[in-house]
């Protein structure tokens, strides 16, 4: 099947040549050829005719790469010891959506990697001996989730991991990444996020932090890291993705949020670019398309409506410019001319599979969900996001076909269920501690 395509969508500086349109173009080229290979020569004159059919995602070559990471990181990797619940969430993440079983051996080996960088405070640490960290608390949070046990979810202290929350929150709403660190939408999202798994929120957690999301919309449309300053991908799934944990869409104008969205998938090469003025980037993948998921609940859009993105030229950006077939390299890339890494083999492949499976929400449910008490709304949110497989789009062969992912938290349903099951079986927190 041919998915629209145009050599001719290439990138036209009218004769102003800048240092941006100049990296643009020196991108365009790279990934023209590497397409290329993909078009009939004699359907140029017409834009080309690109067959899709022969992409293959290199699924076995991924976990090879994913596992030599796990045996021992590079020496230049030290740089980054206070990133180690992410690595974690890298590599579970990347196999779990790749269909690979967490078995007991990787599962506790996870344990033992998670279990030290709990603080006796609250919140988990980016390496030994740090302070705890917001952003490495929520990967360490998922990290356990898709470990998947009993064992592994009893790490989480969810009474000290509320104090430490309130601890980093901000009178307008926001919260600090760690004690006297910086305050962004990363910040809101990743509060919200593991208070929702865990089943730790409280009205004294959530206040104010859908407004403090509403000031951050930006003329153009998205959402940036603060009030005032420049819309960007990543800090637009974060709020929108704690907006739909706060059932929020409120504070948004959407019709502004659309049109930034939508002006992020690059006309030629398929993938998303951040920022406006920016090269496309296959972390953008989850970042950028992940968000499209929840814009679509919140438009009150069907399956039968598709997304507001074209999922095939994603898909295509990502299974022919994000592998490195030719020196057959596992792992994924932000683009040709880049070495995979870990962070964007995850991101790509989650961002890959909401591509192909269209996940959203039965709206009669919705309703259901808003007829509930407080209580129970969390996690019915949270479980009311399904798969409809006949609105599958798989490009190339059939085997690319990866494990459907929630949109808000990036990892697959099944364990995503089994936690939900797991804490929400728990008594709420103690009265004294809030």
């Not at 996940?359 to 009311?384: A, C, L, N």
């Not at 929630?406 to 269920?417: D, E, G, M, Q, R």
């Amino acid at each position: 099947m041919s998915h629209l395509f145009s050599y001719d969508f290439r990138y036209d500086d009218n004769g102003y040549e800048t240092e941006t349109s100049v990296k643009q173009q020196d991108v365009e080229d790279s990934i023209g050829d590497i397409y290329l290979n993909l078009i009939d020569p004699a359907t140029l004159g017409y834009g080309g005719d690109i067959d899709d059919s022969e992409h293959r995602l290199q699924t076995k070559r991924h976990g090879q790469y994913i596992a030599a990471m796990m045996d021992g990181l590079p020496d230049g990797f030290q740089v980054l010891d206070a990133s180690q619940p992410w690595f974690s969430l890298w590599c579970l993440n990347s196999l779990s959506i790749m269909g690979v079983e967490i078995d007991d051996k990787l599962r506790k080996r996870a344990i033992e990697t998670l279990k030290p960088l709990q603080d006796t405070n609250g919140g988990f640490c980016g390496g030994n001996r740090q302070l705890p960290h917001l952003a490495g608390s929520f990967a360490a949070v998922l990290s356990i989730i898709i470990a998947g046990s009993k064992e592994a979810y009893k790490i989480v202290d969810r009474q000290a991991m509320y104090r430490w929350l309130m601890t980093m929150k901000n009178p307008d709403g926001s919260f600090s990444m760690h004690k006297d660190g910086e305050t962004d939408v990363r910040g809101i999202y990743c509060a919200m996020a593991i208070a929702s798994l865990i089943n730790i929120m409280t009205p004294e957690l959530t206040k104010g932090s859908a407004e403090f999301i509403g000031r951050c919309q930006t003329c153009e449309g998205g959402i940036g890291p603060f009030p005032g300053v420049e819309s960007h991908g990543g800090y637009t799934l974060c709020g929108l993705a704690a907006l739909e944990i706060l059932d929020r869409m409120d504070v948004l104008n959407l019709t502004r949020l659309s049109r930034w969205m939508v002006a992020r998938q690059m006309a030629f090469e398929g993938g998303f670019n951040g920022r406006t003025n920016k090269l496309v980037d296959g972390c953008y993948s989850y970042w950028v398309g992940g968000a499209f998921p929840i814009l679509q609940k919140a438009l009150n859009r069907r399956a039968q409506d598709d997304y507001l993105y074209d999922r095939a030229a994603l898909q295509r950006y990502i299974l022919a410019c994000c592998q490195d077939s030719k020196k057959g390299m596992g792992g994924l890339r932000d683009k040709p001319g880049m070495s995979p890494d870990l962070y964007h083999t995850m991101y790509c492949l989650a961002g890959l599979s909401l591509a192909q499976h269209y996940v959203g929400v039965d709206f009669e449910r919705v309703q259901m969900v808003g007829e509930k008490t407080s209580v129970y709304s969390v996690p019915m949110r949270i479980m009311q996001w399904d798969v409809y497989p006949k609105h599958d789009l798989v490009l190339g062969v059939r085997s690319n076909a990866l494990v459907p992912v929630h949109p808000v938290y990036s990892i697959p349903f099944k364990p995503l269920a089994s936690c939900i099951k797991y804490f929400y079986s728990l008594s709420p927190l103690d009265k004294s501690f809030m």
